[in-house]
């Protein structure tokens, strides 16, 4: 079998890492793997280390014919085309057509809670497209709520999932950071940006500002956004509450030395990998009730859901952890167990290898 991988993003980002880790697995199963992406030389160098083939190709998207017929030049038999999102798809069918081989197959996945689009040129996408993969089941009713002109068929679910290093250095936050060996740690990490509920979380943090608590925040964001989210902790008195810990790689360093995680999105995420990154870890996870996170987060089970911008409950939420071990004991075994069972990269990829060998 041979699987092309088409990458057409312009700087490193989870995207592009999803590709690579799937794509190392598929390599030690002795698949022969191809990467098409943009002249972008980080990108082709971190391909290249890993010893895969890269292709680099414009990837314009729908009106791109000549990406597509140099694609076109190079896919074999029995040859999967793997697209992340429908801009690559385009090129994708495209290619499949021009080089008129039936022998080979379009997979695409899609990875974003988007309506499905129902023009001319998206029907005609549709007919090509071999299988279309949601991240959950969510992702998939809102791409069906607009009734597109799609082969149901056609349509999987497969829940994303992350890649756990057999062994790695757990970062000794509470050293770095001077955390009291009492305070509970509780973490969020991922893109500083306003859809991720940061201000609502900040917001919870000052009304249990009293209890033994540490929010530490990994990643980064606009300037603007993260020098916002600086005076709001200092405004609401809570400076000394709130880490911001910046961008952290590999990120399960810090993740196994926080207490829980939390994910306070208010936008609709199809299926977040910063809980299941927590519950790799045995630790628990509160998290919003409007995304794909409920479709593996259960209230009581192995997590706190609560709605979107609410602070209030959010705050509450955070507390009972903060004051309950056996609680925050009870629900990250619980999370440990549900991951990896049914959440973890193995069982992701199994059903990702049986939609390929179709």
Not at 23 to 45: H, L, N, W
Not at 53 to 82: C, F, P, Q, T, Y
Not at 171 to 190: A, K, N
Not at 240 to 254: C, Q, Y
Request: hydrophobic content about 40%; some cysteine.
């Amino acid at each position: 079998m041979k699987i092309f991988h088409i990458v057409s993003n312009k700087e490193w980002g989870g995207g592009e890492q999803y590709v690579y880790d799937l794509s190392q697995r598929q390599r030690t199963e002795g698949i022969d793997v191809t990467i098409f992406c943009k002249p972008v030389e980080a990108i082709i160098q971190k391909y290249q280390e890993a010893g895969m083939k890269v292709i680099s190709l414009a990837l314009g998207g729908a009106l791109d014919i000549r990406s597509a017929w140099k694609m076109a030049k190079v896919i074999e038999n029995h040859s999967n085309i793997h697209a992340h999102n429908f801009k690559d798809a385009f090129t994708a069918c495209y290619a499949k057509c021009l080089a008129g081989n039936k022998q080979v197959r379009v997979v695409m996945c899609r990875h974003l809670t988007r309506k499905g689009k129902n023009t001319l040129l998206y029907r005609w996408l549709y007919r090509h497209l071999d299988r279309l993969i949601f991240d959950s089941k969510l992702s998939r009713s809102v791409f069906l709520s607009t009734r597109p002109t799609i082969d149901e068929a056609k349509l999987g679910i497969v829940h994303t999932s992350i890649v756990v290093p057999e062994t790695f250095e757990k970062t000794d936050l509470r050293r770095e950071f001077q955390i009291p060996s009492d305070c509970v740690i509780g973490m969020f990490h991922g893109r500083l940006d306003p859809e991720k509920g940061l201000d609502t979380l900040l917001e919870a943090v000052a009304q249990i500002k009293d209890k033994p608590f540490r929010l530490v925040l990994v990643g980064r964001g606009s300037e603007d956004y993260t020098a916002h989210l600086h005076q709001m902790a200092e405004d609401k008195g809570i400076s000394d509450k709130v880490i911001f810990a910046g961008f952290r790689h590999p990120v399960l360093s810090v993740v196994a030395a926080a207490d829980f995680g939390i994910l306070a999105s208010t936008v609709q995420e199809g299926c977040p990998l910063s809980p299941q990154e927590y519950m790799s870890q045995g630790h628990p996870v509160v998290v919003t009730n409007n995304g794909g996170q409920r479709e593996y987060v259960f209230q009581e089970h192995n997590g706190l859901l609560v709605p979107p911008g609410d602070a209030k409950a959010l705050a509450e939420a955070i507390a009972r952890l903060v004051d309950d071990a056996a609680l925050r004991q009870r629900l990250g075994m619980q999370a440990k167990a549900d991951f990896d069972d049914h959440l973890n990269y193995d069982h992701y990829y199994e059903q990702i290898k049986k939609i390929y060998e179709e």
